[in-house]
Nanobody, 123 residues
Framework: VQLQASGGGQVQPGGSLRLSCTTS????????MAWYRQAPGKERELVAV???????HYADSVKGRFTISRDNAKNILYLQMNSLKPEDTAVYYC??????????????????WGQGTLVTVSS
């Protein structure tokens, strides 16, 4: 599946952004989709993962601030990011696994990646 991410930009601390990821296949047929991020000098980390049954799992660092969701009619995966902090600054990537059957907390990423979109949180 091909993925295309967008929506990054620069925002002040406490602000909000919404990232979008369009897919080349019907999103309701993709068992697991996720957002990852990679900050400068750090490893890529899982931010949030969502199943086609709309269950979700979040990294502790974003719980209560970020929301992952799908628009099934538009084949788009979203990441709504509120109360942004400077430590959220990173390149964000969308990811999909078309065969995943495990628990979301065990998700390690599928083979399909979108290009990154840069989020900068700075005053």
């Amino acid at each position: 599946v091909q993925l295309q991410a967008s929506g990054g930009g620069q925002v002040q601390p406490g602000g909000s952004l919404r990232l979008s990821c369009t897919t080349s296949m019907t999103i309701t047929s993709i068992p697991a989709m996720a957002w990852y991020r990679q900050a400068p000098g750090k490893e890529r980390e899982l931010v949030a993962v969502n199943s086609k049954y709309d269950s979700t799992h979040y990294a502790d660092s974003v719980k209560g601030r970020f929301t992952i969701s799908r628009d099934n009619a538009k084949n788009i995966l979203y990441l709504q990011m509120n109360s942004l902090k400077p430590e959220d600054t990173a390149v964000y990537y969308c990811n999909a696994d078309t065969t995943y059957r495990g628990a979301l907390r065990d998700y390690r990423g599928g083979v399909s990646w979108g290009q990154g979109t840069l989020v900068t949180v700075s005053s």
